[in-house]
């Protein structure tokens, strides 16, 4: 079975940090374009940021300065989460693999919840 899982995610108090983590299973993502999303409910899928095959990394205005995408083999990527604020409270769902043909990422996890508290 092919599934990406996301996990870390929970409550912080503003200014802290999480780090969340994105795990294939049935999948080899060496050679796939990772993303990062994150969805405020009532409101539309948000780009958080990207990391290449190659480890080359883009981020949003929103979150550069503040998070960190890595990853560091063929199952595994990470977003470092720092000092965190109100607005950065939504539901985040990584991404793998992105098909040129249908113009989206052909693999979706279900998403973890992130609460920022002030």
């Known amino acids: 079975q092919v599934q990406l899982v996301e996990s870390g995610g929970g409550s912080v108090q503003a200014g802290g940090s999480l780090k969340l983590s994105c795990a294939a299973s049935?999948?080899?993502?060496?050679?796939?374009?990772m993303v990062w999303h994150r969805q405020v409910p009532g409101k539309g899928r948000e780009w958080v940021s990207s990391i290449s095959s190659d480890g080359v990394s883009s981020y949003s205005d929103s979150v550069k300065g503040r998070f960190t995408i890595s990853r560091n083999n063929s199952k595994t990527v990470h977003l470092q989460r720092n000092r965190l604020m109100s607005e950065d409270t939504a539901v985040h769902y990584c991404?793998?693999?992105?098909?040129?043909?249908?113009?989206?990422?052909?693999?979706w996890g279900q998403g973890t919840p992130v609460t920022i508290s002030s």
């Open positions: 991404a793998a693999c992105w098909v040129r043909s249908t113009g989206g990422y052909r693999y």
């Open positions: 049935g999948i080899k993502i060496g050679g796939c374009r």
